[in-house]
C-alpha cells in the first residue's frame, strides 16, 4: 500500500487499552483507558461489565483531562512571606512540615495538630485514610475529622440511638417499592437505587413494577420518574415522616410480628406521632394530604422495599431525628432481611462478617458525645468529630486551641459551613498543609501543597464502593462487585508527585513515630488486628493492600485475575438465625428522639419577612463538590452555580433569566447568576455549594460561581448531637441587581 513518504519517518504513537476503574467518585465504575506513549488520553465505559454495563458518567469520561490538565500540580509548593509559592521537592516539604508538626507538639500538646479528610482521601485510594489515621493516632493528636459531619452525620448518630439490624435492608434488586427522602441518585450515585449505573436499573424495576415515592421540593431528575412525588416545603420531612408513621401505625399496616419480635417501644412512637396527622402535615409543607396518604399506604403496603434519605433533607435540620425516623418507618414495615435470605451484596474484598437475623441494641453512648468536649459543648459521635466545629476550635483565644490542620482530598474553604470564619481560620493557622491535584481555595489558603499522584498512576482496589451498603439502609448495589487496578500511567516526566499514604508515611519517619494501622470497618465488630508498619523499608502499595484485605470474603488474589472485574456472588451467603438467647432489639421510642419530635410542631414555620426564599442544596452531574470546575469538556463552558427559581418567582422579583441577583442570608451576601427552572418549588432558590472555589476577587462569578458557604452560619441554627448547621433550607432574600 502507498504511504506518504513523511509519515514513514513520523513516530507512530504505542497505543494501548487498560482496564481500570474511575475513582472520581465512591461509584468505582469499571472503565477502560486509551493510552498513547504513556499518557491516558480517554475514558469510557466497559460494556463487559454486568454491573456497570457501560456506564461512565460525564466525570468519568474526562478523567484523562483531569490527569494531564495544564493546571495539575505536578511539584509540590511552598508559600513565601510575600504570599506567592515556590516549587519544592516532596520530601523537603515533608522534612520541614515534619520538624514543625514536631514543634507544635512539644509546645502545644498534641490535641494543636489536626486532620481533615475529605471526599478524595477516602476515593482516591483505600490506603489514604488509613495511613493518615495511623498519623494522628501516633502523634497522639485526637483531632482527626472528616467531610461525613457536614454530609448526613444523623444516619450515624441515629443508628446509635435506635439500635442496629446485624443484616441489610431489604435490596433493591428485590424491591416493590423504595421511598427517596431528598435524594437524587440518578445525578449523584447516592443512595436509594444502585450507585453502579443507577439509570439502567431505574428503568428496569420500573420496569418490572416497582414503585418509586420521591420527597422533593424539586422535581428533580429522580423525581421526574417517581410514580408519586411530593413535592414538599424544604425542613418539612420530619413532620412528613411522622404523619405516614402515624398513618401507618392507624390503619394497621404494620409487620406485627417483626415489630413484636425485634423492637420495644411502639407505643411512645405511636404517642408520638399522634399530633402529626396528616391534614395538619400537609398544610405545613405545603402539599396535599391525600397524597401523603397514598405514599405512606403504598410504602407499607407493598412486598418488600426500603426508604432512604438524602443531604437535601438531613441538611435543613434535625438530621438526626430524620434519620431516625427514617429508621422507625423501614422496621415498622419490616424491611431487613430475614433469616435464611439471600444475602445479595455481602462485600467481596472487605471484612467478612456473617449477617445475622437479630438486632443489636441502641449505643446511646456514642450518640451522646465521647472524648474531649469541643465548642458549643460538642463532642465526638459515631459520626466522627463534628467538622463544622473546627474553625471555631482554630479560632479559640486559650492555650488549647488548634494550630496545624493536615487537609487531605477535601477542600475546607469551599465547602465549610461558614466560609467567612473558614477563611479566619485558615489565617490564625499556624501550619497549614492541602494534598491536592490542582491550586484549590484550600490549597491557595495553604502553607504548603502536597502535589498528590493521581488515581490513574496509582494502583486501586474497590472497596469503598462496598462500604455503601453498610452506611445506611437502601444504600449500596445489587451484587458484590469488586475490582483491582494496577496504576495504568507513569506520572508525567519531570514531575514529583506522591502518592497520599507516602507522605503520612514518610511524615511519621521524619517525626520517629511509628506507625499503627487499624482495619477499616462501618459496620460490627472488626476481628482484624491492628498491624504495625515496618518504618525502615517503605512498604509498596500492594503489600498495604494484601494487608487490609486480608480477612475479605474473597482473596485479593483472586479479584486480580479479573482486570475488568467481576461479580463474587459465590458461594452464596445467607443470612445466619438469631444466636440462641439473643436479647437485642430496635428502639422505636428514644425518649430524647420522642421529646424532639414533640418540638417540631410548634417550631416557627413561616419564613422570616426579611429573608422569604429558601435556599435549597443539589448537586449537578458534571461536576464532584468543588472539583471538575476548571474542565472545559466536563462543565461545557459553564464556569459557575445558576441560582435556580421558579419562573414566576423570578417574574415576581422583576429578574431575566440570565441576570445577577443578590442572595442574603442573615450570615452575608453573594452575586450570583439567575436561571429559571420550572420544576422547582416557589420559594425556593435551588444551588450547588463548592463552588468560587478560585478567591481571586478579580474574577468574574461567570468565570468561577457564587460560594453558598458564605451564607450559613455555622454557630447559629445547628443540630445538637453532630454540630451539623443549616445547609440547605437556609432563609435568604433575592433581590434583582
Ligand atoms: N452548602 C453546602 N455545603 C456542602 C454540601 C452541600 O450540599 N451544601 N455538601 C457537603 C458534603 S455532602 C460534602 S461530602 C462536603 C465535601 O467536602 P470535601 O470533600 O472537603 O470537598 P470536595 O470539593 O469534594 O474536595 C475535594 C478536594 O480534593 C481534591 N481532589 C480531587 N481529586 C483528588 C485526588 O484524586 N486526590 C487528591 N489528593 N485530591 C483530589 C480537589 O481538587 C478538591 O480540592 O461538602 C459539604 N458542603
Ligand atoms: N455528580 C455528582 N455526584 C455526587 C456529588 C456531586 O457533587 N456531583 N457529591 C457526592 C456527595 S459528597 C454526596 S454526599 C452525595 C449526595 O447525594 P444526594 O443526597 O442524592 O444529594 P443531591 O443530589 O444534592 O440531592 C439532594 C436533593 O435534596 C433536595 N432537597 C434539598 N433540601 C431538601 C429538603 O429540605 N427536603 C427534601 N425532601 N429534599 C430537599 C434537593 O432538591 C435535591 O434534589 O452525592 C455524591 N455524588
Ligand atoms: S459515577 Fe463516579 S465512578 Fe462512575 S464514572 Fe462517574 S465519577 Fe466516575
Ligand atoms: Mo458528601
Redesign the pocket.
Known amino acids: 500500500m502507498p504511504t506518504e513518504p513523511h509519515r514513514e519517518t513520523c513516530h507512530t504513537p504505542h497505543k494501548t487499552v487498560r482496564h481500570t476503574f474511575c ?2 467518585c465512591h461509584a468505582c465504575c469499571s472503565v477502560l483507558v486509551d493510552i498513547e506513549d504513556g499518557v491516558a488520553t480517554a475514558v469510557r465505559g466497559n460494556r463487559d461489565s454486568p454491573l456497570y454495563q457501560g456506564f461512565c458518567c460525564i466525570k468519568g469520561q474526562h478523567y484523562a483531562d ?1 490527569c494531564n490538565h495544564p493546571t495539575r500540580l505536578l511539584h509540590s509548593l511552598k508559600r513565601q512571606v510575600d504570599g506567592s509559592y515556590r516549587p519544592l521537592p516532596v520530601q523537603q516539604a515533608i522534612d520541614e512540615i515534619g520538624d514543625k508538626l514536631l514543634a507544635i507538639r512539644e509546645r502545644h500538646g498534641p490535641r494543636a495538630i489536626a486532620a ?6 477516602s ?3 483505600s490506603a ?1 485514610t488509613l495511613l493518615s489515621s495511623a498519623l494522628m493516632d501516633a502523634i497522639g493528636s485526637p483531632m482527626n475529622f472528616s ?2 459531619t ?3 452525620p444523623g444516619k450515624f448518630v441515629a443508628a446509635a440511638l435506635f439500635g442496629e439490624w446485624m443484616a441489610p435492608s431489604n435490596n433493591f434488586a428485590e424491591a416493590d417499592v423504595v421511598m427517596l427522602i431528598g435524594l437524587n441518585p440518578l445525578v449523584s450515585m447516592s443512595g436509594g437505587m444502585p450507585h453502579t449505573n443507577p439509570g439502567r436499573h431505574l428503568t428496569a424495576a420500573l420496569k418490572r413494577g416497582m414503585q418509586l415515592l420521591v420527597i422533593d421540593p424539586r422535581r428533580s431528575e429522580t423525581a421526574r420518574r417517581a410514580t408519586i412525588h411530593l413535592q414538599s416545603a424544604p425542613g418539612c420531612d420530619v413532620l412528613i415522616l411522622a404523619a405516614m408513621l402515624r398513618t401507618i401505625i392507624a390503619d394497621d399496616l404494620i409487620d406485627r410480628d417483626f415489630v413484636a419480635a425485634h423492637t420495644r417501644g411502639l407505643a411512645a412512637l405511636q404517642a408520638a406521632v399522634a399530633p402529626f396527622t396528616p391534614e395538619r402535615v400537609a398544610r405545613e409543607a405545603g402539599v396535599d394530604a391525600a397524597t401523603l396518604i397514598d405514599m405512606a399506604h403504598t410504602f407499607a403496603r407493598a412486598g418488600k422495599g426500603v426508604a432512604t434519605a438524602g ?2 433533607p438531613n ?1 435543613s435540620g434535625n438530621t438526626t431525628l430524620l434519620e431516625y425516623l427514617v429508621r422507625c418507618l423501614n422496621t415498622v414495615c419490616g424491611r431487613w432481611a430475614r433469616a435464611g435470605e439471600r444475602v445479595i451484596e455481602p462485600g467481596t474484598l472487605s471484612e467478612f462478617i456473617q449477617p445475622r437475623a437479630q438486632a443489636m441494641d441502641p449505643r446511646p453512648e456514642w450518640a451522646y458525645g465521647f472524648g474531649e468536649p469541643l465548642v458549643r459543648g460538642l463532642a465526638n459521635t459515631a459520626a466522627g468529630l463534628p467538622t463544622a466545629a473546627l474553625p471555631d476550635e482554630i479560632l479559640r483565644q486559650d492555650e488549647g486551641r488548634v494550630r496545624a490542620l493536615i ?6 474553604v ?4 461558614d466560609q467567612i470564619k473558614t477563611l479566619a481560620a485558615y489565617e490564625a493557622l499556624e501550619l497549614s498543609v ?5 491550586m ?4 491557595s489558603c495553604s502553607d504548603y501543597v ?1 502535589a ?4 490513574l498512576e496509582m494502583p486501586g482496589i474497590s472497596l469503598v464502593h462496598e462500604f455503601m451498603s453498610s452506611y445506611a439502609p437502601g444504600f449500596g448495589t445489587v451484587a458484590p462487585w469488586a475490582q483491582y487496578t494496577d496504576a495504568v500511567v507513569e506520572p508525567p516526566k519531570d514531575s514529583d508527585v506522591i502518592e ?1 499514604w507516602r507522605f503520612f508515611y514518610r511524615l511519621a519517619q521524619r517525626m520517629g513515630l511509628p506507625l499503627t494501622v487499624k482495619p477499616i470497618l462501618w459496620a460490627g465488630e472488626s476481628a482484624t488486628a491492628p498491624w504495625p508498619l515496618d518504618m525502615q523499608h517503605e512498604p509498596d502499595t500492594e503489600a498495604l493492600f494484601e494487608q487490609i484485605t486480608r480477612n475479605a470474603r474473597v482473596p485479593l488474589a483472586e479479584v486480580k485475575r479479573h482486570p475488568g472485574g467481576a461479580i463474587f456472588d459465590e458461594p452464596a451467603v445467607h443470612v445466619a438465625a438469631a444466636e440462641p438467647g439473643w436479647q437485642g432489639r430496635l428502639d422505636l421510642g428514644n425518649a430524647q428522639m420522642m421529646a424532639l419530635l414533640a418540638q417540631q410542631l410548634e417550631r416557627a414555620t413561616t419564613a422570616l419577612e426579611a429573608h422569604p426564599y429558601r435556599l435549597i ?3 449537578q452531574i458534571n461536576v ?4 471538575g470546575h476548571e474542565l472545559p469538556g466536563q462543565t461545557h463552558g459553564k464556569a459557575y452555580n445558576p441560582a435556580y427559581l421558579h419562573p414566576l418567582d423570578l417574574a415576581a422579583l422583576g429578574v431575566d433569566a440570565g441576570a445577577r441577583i443578590r442572595i442574603r442570608s442573615a450570615r452575608a451576601d453573594i452575586t450570583a447568576i439567575a436561571e429559571a427552572d420550572n420544576n422547582l418549588r416557589r420559594g425556593t432558590v435551588s ?4 463552588w468560587g ?1 478560585r478567591l481571586d476577587p478579580s474574577l468574574d462569578i461567570s468565570e468561577v460561581g457564587s460560594s ?2 458564605r ?2 452560619a455555622n454557630d447559629v441554627d445547628y443540630e445538637p448531637f453532630t454540630g451539623l448547621p443549616r ?2 433550607n ?1 432563609p435568604v432574600s433575592v433581590q434583582a441587581l
Not at 116 to 121: L, N
Not at 414 to 417: E, I, L, R, T
Open positions: 475513582r472520581a483531569q481533615y479528610i475529605g471526599t478524595f482521601g476515593t482516591s485510594s489514604n467531610s461525613n457536614i454530609d448526613q443531604t437535601g441538611m487537609s487531605h482530598g477535601g477542600n475546607p469551599s465547602v465549610w459551613p492541602q494534598i491536592d491535584l490542582r484549590s481555595a484550600s490549597a502536597i498528590a499522584r493521581h488515581p497520599d442544596s443539589r448537586r464532584l463538590n468543588s472539583t444551588m450547588t455549594h463548592g472555589d453558598t458557604a451564607l450559613i445547609m440547605s437556609i
